[in-house]
């Protein structure tokens, strides 16, 4: 999905990919996705941005609540970061992500595969 993001946003997602590509560079690809997930929450802590992980966001249909998803990683309130360890992002990661940006009110998605020797991303906005 493309689209412009405004300076501040844009600042926030830099940073974020800034910390993806060291955690990649010093962990190299083939660990479990949560050992990726606490180097980049350290990373990120690092760089002073504010980060929380599995954080929930309900999920309605029609109104009603019908289920919870824990995002893997919010970064300064404003952007989820969905972290695989795949041989690709394919189009089931965006919808994912689509789907939570839905879910949670937000309008901006990183997703990080840290599956392969460099880390791959996919911004997606709503």
Do not use: C
Request: aromatic share 8%; glycine share 8%; hydrophobic share 50%.
């Amino acid at each position: 999905m493309a689209g412009k993001l405004d300076e501040g946003m844009e600042a926030i997602t830099e940073a974020i990919l800034g910390a993806a590509f060291d955690v990649s560079h010093h962990l190299g690809a083939g660990f479990l996705e949560n050992l990726y997930k606490r180097a980049l929450l350290k990373e990120l802590r690092l760089r002073r941005l504010a980060v929380q992980e599995e954080v929930p966001f309900q999920v309605r249909y029609k109104g009603e609540p019908i289920g919870t998803y824990f995002a893997d990683l919010l970064v300064e309130r404003q952007v989820i970061v969905e972290l695989k360890v795949a041989e690709a992002i394919n189009d089931a990661h965006v919808h994912q992500v689509v789907n939570y940006l839905k879910a949670s009110g937000l309008r901006v998605g990183l997703i990080l595969n840290f599956g392969v020797p460099r880390v791959a991303v996919r911004r997606v906005l709503l």
